[in-house]
């Protein structure tokens, strides 16, 4: 029943894009050749996704303090690998199975384990009318995208927050809140319904995950010593910024599977066209936030910097995801550049209202997750400004209450937030017993050679 709603939604899409069967056919290509080329782009984009995961890790240990890294990597391996097993056992079909067919009257769809149907193609006759690619191919390219959600939070709560109850929190993301969203637009739910237009996610995922981060940190609160009594901001620098560097360059790689394998099909000449000139957009956002976040920080600060020009290409990114697929390239940059700038004035915003976001996830992920959903109406006649915005409010709304929510419960029952002393020595040694770099650590005290 699960895969015949999706294979149903996909059917539709394919009609809509042109890139179904008959499309394929009208294009000289077997109905096999295109599902075994949709396949692949499905497959490579999804494990170009999951490298992101490597990505938001290193970003994430070059951007903590020496004494929290071995605990951040940690949450991003633990967290990837718990997205992955609850988008199995509820995740997948909540999200898209039956969403449109009156269950959860466009809200919802089917919570149950999910199970892959091929066999219409394993016949002796296949009939490939029934799915453009293997269901395995689709299931594994939707679940990664969760995993990005959660890294979001991971980021912007370190160094203060405990494992167990964040990786309680990451439960709920993947297996409720993110797919009772998700199907909202990408289900067929009532968002779609309305024309609602996010290519690959700046709101479904980024902004989610950005608001499921803000709220982490307002209830959790900054870590200790970031502010004084006075109100004066303590830096507190990260602990290796080439691998921060190394980690963005990997999730902008990461992002070419992301954007580009939304296009969902590359059955076609039209299909081969449109994802490639999804990775030149995809390439010009990220390059745009750069050069205005190094142009930004010169001019605000004097001095350029490298955190934020990190923090630039990802806003970059983010801000294109929602509409990677319809702008001129020029415009792509212009679009990423705005994200760029976006960041720079934004992160220290964030400082003054005293909310502590270790990495800049916030301004990245959900402020720019925003304006590159309101910027798609920009080269998308089919896109409204107000629908764009209503869908928008709507993820926000229920993404921070769920959230809020989550970490509440949380907090009032096994408490969230490592304990003073915990704090102050480092996550690594009271979390793990362990330190990522012992010789240079505490831990180099009790060495002898």
Not at 104 to 116: F, K, T, Y
Not at 197 to 213: E, K, L, N, P, Y
Not at 333 to 347: H, K, N
Not at 411 to 433: N, P
């Amino acid at each position: 029943m699960q895969m015949a709603a999706t294979k149903r939604l996909v059917l539709v899409t394919a009609a809509v894009l042109g890139t179904g069967p008959a499309a394929w056919a009208d294009a000289g290509v077997s109905a096999e050749t295109g599902y075994l080329l949709s396949t692949l782009l499905f497959l490579m984009g999804g494990f170009l996704v999951m490298w992101m995961a490597a990505g938001f890790t290193m970003l994430e240990a070059g951007l903590v303090r020496v004494k929290n890294v071995a605990d951040i990597c940690l949450k991003n391996i633990s967290l990837y690998s718990l997205s992955c097993i609850m988008f199995l056992i509820i995740g997948y079909n909540l999200m898209y199975s039956g969403v449109g067919e009156g269950f959860g009257a466009g809200l919802v769809g089917l919570p149950s384990l999910w199970g892959g149907d091929d066999s219409a193609v394993l016949n002796d006759t296949p009939d490939f009318s029934a799915a453009p690619y293997a269901a395995g191919s689709d299931f594994f390219f939707q679940m990664v995208f969760v995993a990005t959600t959660a890294s979001i939070v991971s980021g912007t709560v370190a160094e203060r927050v405990r494992l167990f109850p964040f990786l309680v929190f990451v439960a709920v993301l993947a297996g409720l809140i993110y797919p009772v969203e998700g199907a909202w637009h990408w289900g067929g739910g009532w968002l779609a319904g309305m024309g609602f237009a996010d290519f690959a996610g700046s709101t479904v995922v980024h902004a989610a995950g950005g608001w499921a981060a803000l709220t982490g940190a307002l209830i959790l609160g900054p870590r200790r010593g970031r502010y004084t009594p006075a109100g004066q901001i303590r830096p507190m620098p990260g602990s290796n910024l080439p691998m921060a560097t190394l980690g963005t360059f990997i999730l902008w790689v990461g992002w070419f599977g992301f954007n580009g394998a939304s296009q969902l099909a590359f059955a076609s000449a039209g299909d081969a066209v449109a994802v490639s000139n999804i990775f030149v957009n995809t390439n010009m956002a990220a390059s745009g936030g750069v050069i205005a976040a190094m142009a930004a920080t010169k001019l605000i600060y004097r001095k350029t910097d490298l955190s934020m020009v990190c923090n630039g290409a990802l806003a970059g990114l983010v801000s294109i995801t929602a509409g990677p697929d319809t702008p001129a390239p020029i415009i792509a940059m212009l679009i990423g550049a705005v994200g760029g700038v976006i960041v720079v004035l934004t992160v220290p915003l964030l400082d003054r209202l005293k909310i502590d976001d270790v990495v800049g996830a916030i301004p990245v992920h959900l402020l720019c997750g925003i304006w590159g959903t309101l910027a798609v109406p920009l080269t998308n006649d089919d896109a409204s400004f107000t629908i764009q915005l209503a869908g928008v409010a709507a993820v926000g709304a229920f993404v921070g209450v769920t959230s809020a929510v989550t970490w509440l419960i949380l907090k009032m029952t096994v408490g969230i937030r490592l304990h003073q002393e915990d704090e102050a020595s480092g996550a690594d040694l009271a979390e793990l017993g362990l330190e990522a770099y012992p010789e240079f650590g505490s831990g180099s005290q009790k060495l002898r050679y």
